[in-house]
């Protein structure tokens, strides 16, 4: 589960695998300055920007899923919150501002070591653009949902619930762990 480490980040010596003590996981070690470099999962933080009747999607510029439909989402950055990332990311995504309303769906992804957040979120009005990560933006009603071409299964099921809660008047927010199997690209698309 170890991303790749040669050197310490510190003092440039090369690491090593171990256990250190104390502890029950490998970690990159150093043994020059004794750094010990932990790897811990990644938060991405997105929403749902809903405006009327419709959902607003970023079709994807870059891999992975080049040319892939997506809620804007991405990486948090250092010292802000999750709803700051989650607007930030709409910003830069789909030029696009968002009031958001409530967390929404949270999925831990153990095999990739990620965890990702969306939020429930307005546009006060229907004014976005594509960001320099996306070739398109546009705002799609339930029916205009291109299915089989959504970048990650965090998007699908986030949709999903969305437009079944939508349909029974009521938003609940779920947390879900989501296993290899289901986040598998599906035969016939591109990996
Ligand atoms: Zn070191």
Redesign the pocket.
Known sequence: MLAPIKF?A??S?PVRQGVPVGDDRLRHI?D??G?IHYQNPKVIAGCIPVYGERILLCRRAIEPRLGFWTLPAGFMELGETLAQAARREAQEEAQVEVELESLYTLFSLPHISQVYAFFLARMAEAKFAAGAESLEVRLFHEREIPWDELAFETVRRSLTLFFADRQRGQFIFREEDMEPDRSRFRPGQPA
């Open positions: 310490c510190h003092c010596q150093c020059a300055c750094a």
